[in-house]
């Protein structure tokens, strides 16, 4: 299994590799199968455990709690086991059949949740806000389903994550680069030459905390700590990412 991963703003060399490329933000033609296969250690390794020691200090039992963008439910999976009432909305309707049965979901995107106000106690969203366009509507719809008081866990990649531009080289380029709002690209080339390609923005950290600040308050900050992958047999495949998640109060 080789898995590479690569992000681009709009340089003439990532454009023309751009060409070609058979997939756009189709998340259920690649992302279980990325899971699923563990592919990328650093992530699914140890963005769980991060998500578990969040959960286990919430204490889910008995609470409602929606994952918003859930994927191929592995976080939803986790917080049924710890005794929350999960359900799920995702906009892919692929993802949606899915995990059917397992736990209730809902196709729908995060700017324009289904469910009335204040329903839920805690609202997970992992790895999403950088997929959406409109993510002030997005993030106002978070705040919307949740109790007042309830618990907001937004994750994402760190936005200064030096490779998200790993075609210009870091340090030099980090100060000009860390603070731009873009439009990026990963690449994914998955076995058999299999590539895809999906869109995210890059937004600076301070409009995510400045955004969030208008409707949580903020509890926490978890950043993941520095992998070690000396002893991993496949390191050379891999780039970790690294991670950042807040956990929030909603005001
Ligand atoms: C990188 S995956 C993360 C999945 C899961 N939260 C996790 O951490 O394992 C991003 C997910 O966000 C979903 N997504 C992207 N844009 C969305 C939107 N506007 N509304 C709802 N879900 C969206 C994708 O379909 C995909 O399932």
Redesign the pocket.
Known sequence: MCLKIFCSASSPRMVSLLINLSSENK?SQW?PEL?RSALYPPESEVLPLLIENIFSSLSLQGKTLL??????G??ARLARELGAVVEG????RG?VELVAGEFDTIEC???SLTWSDEVFDIVLC???LM??DDVNLAISELARVLVPGGKCIVGMVHPCFSDWAPDRPAPVDAARHYPLHEERYWIFELDKGRKIRVKQYHRPLHFYLNLLSRFFILDQVFERGALNLEDHADREKYNPVEYIFFQLSRR
């Open positions: 998340f992302w899971i994952d918003a963008g859930f994927g191929e592995r976080f909305c995702d906009i892919d993802l995107s995060l700017t992992s790895d999403v997929y959406i």
